[in-house]
């Protein structure tokens, strides 16, 4: 199991990296080469995709971070694990569920996010 904790920890890592050279060797640390990502709003494949979706997420929301929240869960070679999207020491803006294969290499290949809880603007 601390193998998958540290295996969703630099997934969440990749997310909140913003120096592009750390996050693209965290990516390719992290995912295999035909990785997949999909959510209700995003999608990227391979290292290249998933680096320009993680980018534009960064542009949209400068200054937000993802965390982690839960207990991992696994069974074969599957994991799941919840998140959390916000600023940095406040309220959660979205939190969700991700589901992922993990590679015989212990890196990640597709992912797929579900939302949870999405806060709206008053």
Known sequence: MTQLNELVDRYLGVWNETDEARRKALIARTWTEDATYLDPL????????????VKAVQSRYPGLR?????ELDSHNDRVRFGWSFGPEGGPAMV?????????PDG??????????????AA
């Open 42 to 53: 995003l999608s990227g494949d391979g290292h290249e995709g998933i680096d320009a979706m």
């Open 66 to 70: 993802f965390s982690r929240f839960g």
């Open 95 to 103: 939190r969700g569920l991700d589901v992922a294969i993990v590679s």
């Open 107 to 120: 890196r990640l290949e597709p992912v797929t996010g579900f939302f949870d809880h999405v806060q709206h």
